[in-house]
């Protein structure tokens, strides 16, 4: 009886201590799938937190290069800053001892020396935006050649504008000739200009700053671009608005400096006017106009030229568009009344009827001189693959002349 109550006691507890296994295996699985997925989560949200933390230092490093550049551009306008009241004051102090030497002729000549007040008149020209000078010396109704020189009145408007001239701490720069004026020594290149002297009408210009052997060389603005470069041709078969407003990049390839910037710049002072062309067959030519002036757009943008010289035989800029508006494919002010010459052209211009120059109509591809592309009439087309047209106040050249 004892034994098998012992036998059966024994086999109760083996049961029991494999059941007590059993579960402790179980549990220790569970532990085990338990670690594994803690392992895991850590794992995750250390990647996680490593890649935000490398998005943060993305986004630092991009902070801090963008205010490298800030750093970097707010220096250069400190720096421009301080050049254009330099070139102010140095303008200033030109205008003044002109304005002296020019008192002193007054008193002793009464007519003056006509060359030194063209001179006077180009250089206030430079950094006069003031509206009490009602004085213009080159209006459009003003009937005294721009050669004439200033009576005592004048002379007194003139150094009021300049006192108060002194009191605006910036100097903006017009056109090329500005900045080859203050630096003859700066490279050809592109350079912000104001020609409409509103500060928050700033362009860029390709600047011909000549060469440093030769300063009178320098201080071209240029207004069109033709030529065929890696940058690809531009479509000059543009609206009105963009012929007034201007369009290309200057530096890259083909531009046009715009209708209203021309205005502002040529209704102010004379300025002379220079065409670089290259034929595709006959090689290099150039003509060259003393006046050259585009009126306002009430107008039509009327184009004034005179004075021609150059080594093109014939002069048909000014005998065939002196005078004529501007017109362009949705804005037709030619003289044909058949038809446009600007969409027969395939570029704005300043047409008749309709063309003896034709520098913004399309690109050529052959040298065929009967096909309607950039051309200038020669004794015959010049069929012109190359073509820089560019602009300088009158007489520019004559500021580096040694004065007496």
Known sequence: MSKEIFKDLHLLMETHVNKVQEDIGALNTKISALEDKIDSTITDFRLQIMEEIEDKLEIVKEIEDKLEVMEETVEEELSHLAWSMNSSSSSLASINTHLSHLEQRIVDDSTGDPDNCSLLVDKVSEVMNDPRFTNELHTENDSRPASTCLDEEEVRELKQAVASLRESPVFLPRDCSDHHWQHPEAPTGVFQTFPTMDPKA???????????????????????????????????????????????????????????????????????????????????????????????????????????????????????????????????????????????????????????????????TSPNRDFRSIRWLDKGWLILDDVAMMIRPSGYARRFEPQS
């Not at 671009?225 to 479509?235: E, K, S």
């Not at 004075?307 to 568009?321: A, E, W």
Request: some cysteine; glycine content about 12%; aromatic content about 16%.
């Open 202 to 364: 700033a362009r860029d210009s390709w600047c011909d700053m000549g060469t440093n052997s030769s300063k009178t060389s320098g201080g071209w603005t240029l207004i069109l671009r033709r030529r065929n470069t890696t940058w690809g041709l531009v479509d000059f078969n543009r609206t009105w608005a963009e012929y007034r407003r201007g369009f290309g990049t200057p530096g890259e390839g083909e531009w046009w400096f715009g209708l209203g910037a021309l205005h502002a710049l040529t209704y102010r002072q004379p300025y002379e006017v220079r065409f670089l062309m290259h034929d595709m067959e006959r090689g290099y030519f150039e003509a060259k106009y003393s006046n050259f002036r585009v009126e306002d757009e009430s107008s039509n943008f009327r184009l004034i030229t005179e004075g021609f010289s150059g080594n093109v035989s014939v002069d048909p800029f000014l005998t065939h568009h002196h005078g004529r508006p501007f017109s362009t494919w949705d804005r037709d002010n030619d003289e044909w009344i058949a038809g446009s010459c600007s969409a027969s052209n395939g570029g704005g211009w300043w047409y008749s009827r309709c063309h003896r120059t034709a520098l913004t109509a399309v690109f050529p």
